[in-house]
């Protein structure tokens, strides 16, 4: 059982930078591909950013990209969502995710099927 655990979320001012982390458990994390995504109301859930098993092949969403980083502790079985300059439409809730495959591209949202219960982003303007 994959058990996925996000932590970091939180209210911010606009300009502002939250660091997000999802803790790994259940099975080996260092061979999968992990990624974050979100959700607003009223809107579908989208891929944000994800991460290679080795760390070094990541992808950013066009509306993040220069604002957010990636990143992977596999000794730690654990991911972070670094976010800068924070804006009110960076409002959601953040889901971390992985997949049950390997060696499959990092950028199909279908491709990832473990997710964890999600944590609060709020950006005040």
């Known amino acids: 059982q994959v058990q996925l655990v996000e932590s970091g979320g939180g209210l911010v001012q606009a300009g502002g930078s939250l660091r997000l982390s999802c803790a790994a458990s259940?099975?080996?994390?260092?061979?999968?591909?992990m990624a974050w995504f979100r959700q607003a109301p009223g809107k579908e859930r989208g891929l944000v950013a994800a991460?290679?098993?080795?760390?070094?092949?990541?992808y950013y969403a066009d509306s993040v990209k220069g604002r957010f980083t990636i990143s992977r502790d596999n000794a730690k079985n654990t991911v972070y969502l670094q976010m800068n300059s924070l804006n009110p439409e960076d409002t959601a809730l953040y889901y971390c995710?992985?997949?049950?495959?390997?060696?499959?591209?990092?950028?199909?949202?279908?491709?990832?099927?473990?997710w964890g219960q999600g944590t609060q982003v709020t950006v005040s303007s």
């Open positions: 259940g099975r080996t994390f260092s061979r999968h591909a």
């Open positions: 995710a992985t997949t049950s495959r390997t060696g499959i591209p990092i950028t199909i949202p279908r491709v990832y099927d473990y």
């Open positions: 991460i290679s098993w080795s760390g070094d092949n990541s």
